[in-house]
């Protein structure tokens, strides 16, 4: 491997647009840097410096650095995320050698922090290890990780990489206690905590608003995924409808294959082109013959033998809506019923923020947070995560938690500086590589398990790159860091917004 070295390459870098456009700042060209040349370890390391949960995310990371990356003006984006995933499959805790530098010492302080989702344990991380807080993370449900935990389906993120990322959380002055709702925040103050975190989610269904929901055969989609993943048993027959076309519809339809589910339909209100779901999910979800029905939407719900008859209508696109998707309407005299066991409803969640704890909320329910402190209108009340954004995505809870985790240091009189070097010092891997531009082909193979398992199994489906397709990927990267040509600002313009989990 050849490489034009450069002098001190790290003081002249520029800001990447994957690095600008990931919400926790991922120094996205040198990891890729050290998988071109096979350092998996100083990889995952890079990104272990800015999140506390690099397999997870390499999981399951909607990738908002992948839409503005530079090498798709010639082919294809490079497929970052599948690097991230590759960095942490094949890493060995090499982070673990700089780990004892950036602990902090005690400075006596209590944080509590409410909901143990990657916004708050993210948050908890910073606190605890590299700020020196004594954090408590109060969680309602029997289990830690919130969505991570009980919405991403076991097939799509294995509960080992979860596991074994909160226990490095939990390492360092970091207590987790499950099954633990908090309902009274003052409560938590006449404890001794002196700051407190609001990492609560947005975890409440969206009503269908139409007649029969209340039926038992009508479940909201999320709690039938929390219930599956933890491991309680479900009876949804074989027939199964899944109303919304968003992300969690696709979760939810695929689980449904796996429990046996003979005919999983998804009914969506508009088109394919208007669905809110990435379009790598609902690749999946056909794959796994989840039938889609375009163009419908129930009208009411009622009882039919042991199952139900959803009685739907056809739709026709109308004039754009607020979203600036045309809005669909339905189209007279055009009901028609079908037959089904199980209706799951997945038309959104929303922030459900108890009245009791006096912080103010926007018109949408969530809550009420300044966007760059995370500091509610209660002094000393932070929010992040989905409760302060509305749904989202895991990469923006942990962006979320680390501004909480500065701001709650600096108003307990710290510095803020979460900062940590965990990877080796800069070397060969910021150099320009002298074989760019012609390496790799695209897109990388991922190996996944064969269709015919996949819907009598809950074993991950994707089985990530091997080390030799992750090399050779990593070097379609042009290293937009390195570029120094003038009139270039220190960071790439911005082109486009991030991504969002979408629900509907
Ligand atoms: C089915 C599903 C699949 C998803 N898939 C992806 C994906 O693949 N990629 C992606 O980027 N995003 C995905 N998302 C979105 C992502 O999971 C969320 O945006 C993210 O988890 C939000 O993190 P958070 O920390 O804000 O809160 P959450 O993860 O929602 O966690 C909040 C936690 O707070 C707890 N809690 C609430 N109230 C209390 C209380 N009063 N006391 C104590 N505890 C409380 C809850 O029990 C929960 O554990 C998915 C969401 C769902 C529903
Ligand atoms: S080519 Fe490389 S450095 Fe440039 S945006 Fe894409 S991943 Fe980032």
């Known amino acids: 491997m050849v490489h034009a070295k450069a002098e001190k390459p790290q003081q002249r870098r520029l800001i990447a647009p994957c690095t600008r456009d990931c919400p926790a700042g991922i120094d996205v060209p040198r990891y890729i840097g050290y998988v071109a040349q096979g350092k998996f370890a100083e990889a995952e390391a890079v990104v272990r410096e800015r999140i506390p949960f690099p397999a997870v995310c390499g999981h399951v990371c909607y990738h908002p650095c992948e839409p503005g990356c530079r090498r798709s003006q010639m082919d294809a984006p490079v497929s970052i995320n599948a690097l991230k995933?590759?960095?942490?499959?094949?890493?060995?805790?090499?982070?673990?050698?700089?780990?004892?530098?950036?602990?902090?010492?005690?400075?006596?302080?209590?944080v509590a922090i409410v909901g143990s989702g990657p916004g708050g344990l993210t948050a908890a991380y910073y606190l605890g290890k590299r700020l020196g807080h004594n954090v408590t993370v109060f969680e309602a449900l029997p289990e830690p990780g919130g969505q991570l935990r009980v919405g991403v389906p076991h097939f799509r993120l294995p509960r080992k990489h979860l596991d074994a990322e909160i226990s490095v959380i939990a390492e360092t002055r970091v207590q987790?206690?499950?099954?633990?709702?908090?309902?009274?925040?003052?409560?938590?103050?006449?404890?001794?905590?002196?700051?407190?975190?609001?990492?609560?989610g947005a975890m409440h269904p969206r009503k269908l608003g139409a007649p029969g929901e209340e039926l038992p055969r009508v479940m909201d989609c999320a709690s039938f995924l929390?219930?599956?993943?933890?491991?309680?048993?479900?009876?949804?027959g074989q027939r199964v409808a899944v109303v919304g076309g968003g992300n969690v519809a696709m979760d939810g339809a695929r689980t449904a294959r796996r429990l046996g589910g003979s005919e999983v339909r998804v009914l969506y209100r508009r088109t394919r082109q208007e669905m809110p779901a990435y379009a790598f999910e609902v690749k999946s979800a056909e794959e796994e013959g989840v039938i889609f029905d375009f163009l419908v939407a129930p009208r009411a719900v009622a009882s039919q033998g042991k199952g139900l008859q959803a009685q739907l209508f056809r739709m026709e696109l109308g004039q754009p809506d607020e979203s600036g998707r045309r809005r669909p309407v339905p189209v007279p005299n055009s009901d028609f019923n079908i037959a089904v066991d199980t209706l799951l409803v997945a038309i959104g969640l929303e922030a459900s923020v108890p009245s009791q704890w006096n912080v103010a909320l926007k018109p949408d329910g969530t809550i009420k947070a300044d966007p760059k402190t995370q500091e509610t209108s209660r002094p000393g009340i932070f929010a992040c995560g989905d409760a302060a954004t509305g749904p989202v995505n895991v990469i923006e809870a942990i962006a979320g938690g680390r501004r909480a985790a500065e701001a709650i240091d600096r108003y307990l009189g710290g510095d803020g500086d979460i900062s940590e070097?965990?990877?080796?010092?800069?070397?060969?891997?910021?150099?320009?590589?002298?074989?760019?531009?012609?390496?790799?082909?695209?897109?990388?193979?991922?190996?996944?398990?064969?269709?015919?398992?996949?819907?009598?199994?809950?074993?991950?489906?994707?089985?990530?790159?091997?080390?030799?397709?992750?090399?050779?990927?990593?070097?379609?990267?042009?290293?937009c860091d390195l570029w120094r040509i003038q009139g270039i600002p220190s960071v790439w313009p911005r082109k486009q917004a991030g991504n969002s989990a979408g629900s509907e």
């Open 226 to 236: 929390q219930a599956v993943n933890l491991g309680q048993k479900v009876n949804i």
């Open 421 to 479: 070097t965990l990877a080796p010092e800069p070397g060969d891997e910021m150099a320009y590589p002298s074989y760019l531009l012609n390496a790799g082909t695209w897109p990388p193979h991922q190996h996944e398990i064969p269709r015919d398992r996949r819907t009598s199994t809950f074993d991950e489906v994707e089985q990530g790159l091997t080390k030799e397709d992750a090399g050779h990927e990593a070097l379609r990267c042009i290293r």
């Open 176 to 200: 987790i206690r499950t099954e633990s709702r908090i309902e009274d925040l003052d409560e938590l103050l006449n404890q001794g905590y002196d700051a407190i975190l609001l990492a609560v």
């Open 85 to 110: 995933r590759a960095a942490a499959d094949y890493g060995f805790e090499l982070w673990r050698q700089r780990w004892e530098e950036t602990i902090a010492p005690d400075t006596g302080r209590r």
